[in-house]
């Protein structure tokens, strides 16, 4: 079991452009998400899903778009990409939504100058 | 609005001393879960320790424990015999129900350094 894996483990963006971040997890987990940690802060959740075919928005979706056409990925797509959007991005899955642990993986560090 | 706050941003102690990191948090629910995530310098976010509100018991594993008062809403975790593998970023998370869903609410962190 590879877990959670996300690609690409850094990226510098400039200003405008777009770009999308890949998660990919091997659990069979129902439950995604994406959450992105700013310096000295917490996770604050930008998109979930409870299956494929089915999102809904976080505390922080604007800037963002998800779509889950399959149970194994959770892609995060950025659009005309901002400096507020400069963050470390984590995505995370679990089985079910509420004693279970959220396995997470190892971050994307995102730069937009 | 449903909060989790963590008041030491930061605390150092010697090796296999015992170290307690605070966690409050603010709800009206009457069950729910509350997580401990440790994030090393790696960036890897690994489950430390859960706790169930309704179970009286505080959870255990292996050096770490919990304090878990749900009257004073503070659910503490005391590492003993401290390593300094311990070293990492310490997350308190409160785990509220969302419509169909559950979402973690997170603290800010501790950052917790283990000295030689």
């Known amino acids: 079991n590879a877990g959670v894996t996300q690609t690409p483990k850094f990226r510098i963006l400039k200003i405008g452009q777009s770009m999308t971040l890949q998660c990919t997890q091997d659990?069979?987990?129902?439950?995604m998400y994406w959450y992105r940690q700013d310096p000295g802060m917490g996770l604050k959740l930008i998109y979930y899903?409870?299956?494929?075919?089915?999102?809904d928005k976080g505390e922080v979706p604007n800037g963002y778009n998800v779509s889950r056409s399959t149970t194994e990925d959770f892609p995060l797509r950025l659009e005309l990409a901002a400096p507020s959007q400069t963050s470390v991005y984590f995505c995370?899955?679990?089985?079910?939504?509420?004693?279970?642990?959220?396995?997470f993986g190892p971050g994307t560090r995102l730069t937009v100058l | 609005a449903q909060t989790v706050t963590q008041s030491q941003p930061e605390m150092s102690v010697q090796e296999a001393e015992t170290v307690t990191l605070s966690c409050t948090y603010d709800?009206?629910?009457?069950?729910?879960?509350l997580f401990w995530y440790k994030q090393p310098p790696s960036r890897q976010m690994i489950l430390v320790i859960r706790?169930?509100?309704?179970k009286q018991q505080n959870a255990t594993e292996n050096r770490f424990s919990v304090n878990f008062q749900k009257a004073a809403k503070s659910f503490s975790l005391k590492i003993s015999d401290s390593q300094l593998g311990d070293t990492a970023m310490y997350f308190c998370?409160?785990?509220?129900?969302?419509?169909?869903?559950?979402?973690?609410?997170w603290g800010a962190g501790t950052k917790l350094i283990i000295k030689p």
């Open positions: 998370a409160f785990m509220k129900r969302a419509g169909s869903n559950y979402q973690l609410i």
């Open positions: 709800t009206s629910e009457s069950n729910y879960y």
């Open positions: 706790q169930e509100a309704y």
């Open positions: 659990m069979n987990h129902n439950y």
């Open positions: 899903s409870v299956g494929a075919g089915i999102t």
């Open positions: 995370a899955s679990t089985r079910s939504g509420r004693d279970n642990e959220q396995f």
